[in-house]
């Protein structure tokens, strides 16, 4: 007997008893649909999150801030220095201060550092289009940095004198605006107050509207808009107070080692970091999510390959006297075996292939129906991605853990002696 013949006499054989084979394909096809759905929740959120960082153009860009500093009541109170910002952040053990113009000039200086731009806190009161109404609205200052996601219009300009405005799909209903494509061109109004509490308008051009997206639903303002917005915001501002920042947001050199250039910060005393580092816990969250539900579908996998090693022990006693008559008819131990595998790899890929195939169909029907409803502010996440890759790896693994579970059976069935097993009862 050939290969072909082989399998096909294998396959013929794993439908002798269709109950049994029936629920050893039932426990495979649960660890594999089970596996196949939790790989593709960690494709679809990893393809999603690698979509956003992409789409922002991140690469290149570190969020600056001053690194922590560790103080204890045994140390005493830190030495004030005057060249620091005034403004710092108490939590539990860790200090973090506010970033001074000179740690501007530091970090601009840092080799391997293009441009910096600080990160200045815009506190609008309030934005209005028209006389629909003044609605609170979040704007993020230089956001000219960021290539957002767009679903109509154009990208901030930071060369631009045009204050230019770019709003979230969500607030342009409440606002008045219509479409995202109306929205585009019109002038809104911007309400905030000085040092004093005086109120200033500020009137700034909606130059495009972004997506929701997992970095925040606020509007962003480019340099020129950001600049008349900290103008107004600053007025009457005392000169003896110090200006301080959060962040800055620095730009590194083309062809700069990232990794090189943070270790170069944080010599300085300041911490640098990638949208995609910021973004490591939340990864490692979900991969651990997923971990733990394909630990269980593995649990599934090994139950299944017990039920493989059951079955085929049970036709392997069955067709003992089958297996003397091939052997005693020139057919050697070696391809006694190999029918045997053929057939755990069988029951293997049919109970892979349904869960997957099954998995695929109905993962691909929920995944669309979450993007339509719970997951529509979030376009372009599709909660559950199969990729063929991965797919093809899930069933040629279980195959392979067929194969091992088979391999008991097999070697049982080809060491058989043939004189006694055509004596067998």
Do not use: C
């Not at 005493?76 to 539990?92: F, I």
């Amino acid at each position: 007997m050939n290969l072909v013949d082989l399998l096909r006499t294998a396959i013929g054989n794993t439908f002798r008893s269709k109950l049994r084979t029936t629920l050893t394909v039932i426990a495979i096809f649960i660890g594999a649909f089970t596996i196949t759905l939790t790989s593709a929740i960690g494709t679809g959120v990893s393809s999603y999150i690698d979509t956003q960082v992409a789409s922002i153009g991140t690469t290149d860009s570190l969020t600056v801030t001053k690194a922590a500093t560790t103080s204890s009541s045994d140390d005493g109170p830190a030495k004030y220095d005057p060249s620091e910002s005034g403004q710092t952040s108490q939590r539990g053990p860790a200090s973090v201060s506010y970033l001074s113009p000179t740690d501007i000039s530091a970090i601009r200086r840092t080799t391997g550092i293009a441009s910096v731009q600080p990160a200045v806190a815009l506190s609008p009161k309030w934005l209005e289009y028209g006389d629909h109404g003044k609605y609170v609205v979040s704007i993020a200052g230089d956001a000219d940095a960021i290539h957002a996601d767009l679903a109509a219009g154009r990208q901030l300009s930071s060369t631009s004198s045009e204050r230019q405005l770019l709003l979230p799909t969500n607030d342009l209903k409440a606002l008045g605006l219509g479409s995202a494509r109306n929205a585009v061109g019109t002038t809104v109004t911007i309400g905030i107050d000085d040092y004093l509490g005086q109120e200033h308008q500020v009137r700034a051009t909606v130059v495009g509207v972004q997506n929701e997206s997992l970095f925040g639903g606020g509007a962003g303002a480019n340099a020129a808009l950001t600049e008349a917005l900290r103008t107004a915001q600053e007025t009457a501002k005392p000169t003896a107070v110090s200006t301080g920042y959060a962040s800055a947001t620095a730009t590194v050199a083309s062809g700069a080692d990232v990794a090189k250039v943070k270790s170069r910060l944080l010599a300085a005393g300041y911490t640098g970091q990638t949208i995609a580092d910021q973004l490591g816990q939340f990864e490692t969250v979900i991969n651990g999510i997923v971990g733990v539900l394909n630990a269980f579908a593995v649990i599934a996998l090994i139950a299944a390959g017990f039920g493989i090693i059951n079955t085929l022990l049970m036709s392997v006693q069955e067709r003992t006297r089958e297996i003397g008559l091939m052997k005693a008819m020139g057919m050697g131990g070696g391809r006694v075996y190999t029918l045997f595998s053929l057939e755990a790899v069988f029951i293997g890929f049919l109970g892979s292939a349904i869960g997957a195939g099954v998995a695929i169909l109905l993962g691909t029907g929920i995944s669309n129906l979450l993007a339509r409803t719970v997951l529509k502010d979030l376009p372009g996440l599709h909660l559950l991605q199969f990729a063929p890759g991965s797919v093809a790896t899930i069933i040629i693994v279980v195959m392979l853990i067929a194969f091992l579970a088979g391999t008991l059976p097999a070697r049982r069935a080809a060491r058989q002696n043939p004189i006694e097993a055509l004596r067998y009862e």
